[in-house]
Nanobody, 126 residues
């Protein structure tokens, strides 16, 4: 499986983006998928995980209520709807996937995920 992100860009505070993540080589429908955010000079952090292990979707507190992950299994795509973007949301966004059972206590860690995209840059600035 090879995830490929796109759809980043420059947006004003309060704006929105909906970057897609496409898959090649396999289908997302039997993988847990997640989005990670890496702000400039900081470590990569998990912001949302949609788990195939327990059917749950978990959001980090920083994006809860503003971001939504969705799957389009017909087209083998994952989307991240990002609303009310703020300057702190600036950074590179990565799509990740894994087929292993995903325990809740490490859903937002990077090490469980075997498949990563190259990332897409999002800049929130006026």
């Amino acid at each position: 499986l090879k995830p490929v992100e796109s759809g980043g860009g420059l947006v004003q505070p309060g704006g929105f983006l909906r970057p897609p993540c496409a898959a090649s080589g396999d289908t997302f429908d039997h993988f847990s998928v997640a989005w990670f955010h890496q702000a400039p000079g900081k470590e990569r952090e998990g912001i949302v995980c949609d788990s195939m292990s327990d059917g749950s979707t978990t959001y980090a507190e920083s994006v809860e209520g503003r971001f939504t992950i969705s799957r389009d299994n017909n087209n083998n795509m994952i989307y991240l709807q990002m609303n009310n973007l703020q300057p702190d949301d600036t950074g590179v966004y990565y799509c990740a996937a894994d087929g292993k059972y995903m325990q809740s206590y490490y859903k937002f860690a990077t090490w469980p995920y075997d498949y990563w995209g190259q990332g897409t840059q999002v800049t929130v600035s006026s």
